[in-house]
């Protein structure tokens, strides 16, 4: 009997080149936990039917001695993320029956590793949100509460490695859309440094935020997953040439944390007392703690909000029903783009189209959209001022464990600020990880962040792994 709970890629690699087990067999037992535990969880939108011949097609690698570090690993994907000839609908009507014409660059090279593709998961609807609540085909459930999110836009990626329906799974955080949901469901969440892994055939929320990270049980698991899809693509202009790729040494074993901005309202008191303990932690591996500030940290979540917007609204445009997706006939053409929006766009993903035309709209483009971006290059100095004294920065992952269901839709001001820790990430480019550091009293799993230098993964790799053991 092989043991989901306690398997990892590491373990599994071993067992299905020991023979232990073959990768359909492997693949069968998650086949089986899917159907068991979905229906309720709503982690899965779809289960490949593909997915046995794909393990098939590791079986032979395997067995001619040709495996590598992810072959015959069943990874889930996110529904934004393009696997050629599968429906990528981001998790939108305007996009239900699309079918990706194309690989993304991450699923093509997982390809060439034998990797098995279970399915694609449910999510926020073209990633906007925190809680998998704006999905057009049902909020997903938190393995660990079913009457919780399981938080977002990632939800569906994180809940599936929770409830052991995928050893590992590919997410996409342009705000803190791994590392948010891998908190709320006890996994690990990677966010990579900004241009690192490819975003060819990762549907755009905003082009200057999005990473596609790992969302798995371990920091070693999902070492092993980055170092599979990192690298330079000329397919994405984003992409940083790895001559440019300098990595830090982690050599001081200085974290930083920013207390002023931790210790504030509105910050769950065990939350706190959880990220305290693990920071006593960090002091017994022989790290040094250090009070830092950034001045400018207290505006990130303003600016983000304007400048992902934007970006929301110019990248949406293209969903007019006119090239691909659903398409409503409607009168005049105006009248079918008007028809074909209103209905195939959710509420949340209409807000913000329209707050991003509002900011970048005649007039009020200096306003905001060009202050915002004024804001963010002081958040970027303030960083890279930082990074020259720590190696890295600890806070926690979110201000609370994952709340309940429909209790922060009414307020979207409320969904918000469950982002506080993670969007200054996304604004500055830099790397983090998310990693399991307890419970709360109801057992609800909370989440410590690392934040590491510009190609710092490593370091987060190194220090995560500390915190593990």
């Not at 085909?137 to 939800?155: E, F, H, I, L, Q």
Request: hydrophobic content about 35%; aromatic content about 8%.
């Amino acid at each position: 009997m092989i043991d989901l709970k306690n398997l990892t890629i590491k373990k599994a690699r071993k067992h299905l080149d020991d023979g232990d087990f073959t990768a359909r067999e492997l693949t069968e037992i998650y086949i089986k936990e899917i159907k068991k535990n979905n229906s309720d969880i709503n982690a899965y939108l779809e289960v490949f039917d593909d997915v046995l011949a794909q393990a098939d097609i590791a079986d032979k690698i395997i067995k001619a001695g040709n495996s590598t570090a992810l072959t015959g690993i069943p990874i889930a994907v996110k529904d934004n993320i393009l696997i050629k000839g599968k429906i990528a609908s981001a998790a939108s009507k305007i996009l239900s029956n699309y079918k990706a014409t194309y690989d993304s660059t991450v699923i093509r090279k997982l390809k060439a590793e034998g990797a098995v593709f279970l399915g694609r998961t449910n999510m926020d609807e073209f990633a906007m949100g925190s809680s998998t609540e704006n999905s057009a085909y049902g909020v997903t459930k938190n393995p660990c509460d079913t009457s919780r999110v399981a938080g977002g836009s990632s939800g569906g990626s994180a809940a599936a490695v929770a409830m052991n329906g995928a050893l590992a799974s590919l997410g996409s955080d342009t705000g803190g859309s791994i590392r948010q949901p891998a908190s709320f469901c006890g996994v690990v969440g990677l966010k990579t440094t900004y241009g690192g892994v490819s975003r060819f055939g990762l549907m755009s929320m905003g082009s200057s935020l999005d990473q596609i990270g790992p969302i798995a049980k371990t920091v070693a698991d999902a070492e092993i997953i980055f170092n599979e899809i990192s690298g330079y693509d000329k397919f994405d202009s984003t992409s940083i040439p790895g001559t440019l790729r300098k990595s830090p040494k982690n050599t001081r074993k200085i974290v930083g944390i920013p207390y002023s901005f931790i210790e504030r309202e509105g910050i769950d008191k065990e939350v706190l007392a959880n990220f305290n303990l693990s920071i006593e932690k960090l002091k017994m591996q022989g790290y040094k703690i250090k009070n830092i500030e950034l001045p400018h940290l207290k505006y990130s979540l303003a600016v983000y909000y304007i400048v992902m917007p934007a970006e929301v609204s110019t990248n949406l445009a293209r969903f007019d029903g006119i090239r691909y997706g659903m398409r409503e006939e409607e009168g005049t053409l105006i009248d079918s783009y008007k028809k074909t929006r209103g209905d195939g766009f959710g509420k949340e993903t209409r807000r913000r189209v329209m707050l991003g035309t509002y900011v970048l709209s005649s007039g009020y483009y200096d306003s905001y959209y060009n202050k915002a971006n004024s804001v963010r290059a002081l958040l970027e100095k303030d960083f890279r001022d930082i990074f020259k004294e720590v190696d890295a920065i600890a806070t926690p992952t979110t201000p609370s464990p994952a709340f309940k269901i429909g209790e922060k839709t009414g307020d979207p001001m409320q969904m918000y600020l469950a982002d506080i820790f993670t969007v200054p990430v996304n604004l500055v480019g830099v790397p983090a990880i998310s990693i399991p550091s307890g419970v709360n009293k109801d057992n609800l799993p909370l989440g410590l962040q690392l934040i590491a230098p510009w190609w710092g993964e490593q370091t987060l790799f190194e220090i995560g792994k500390s915190i593990e053991q």
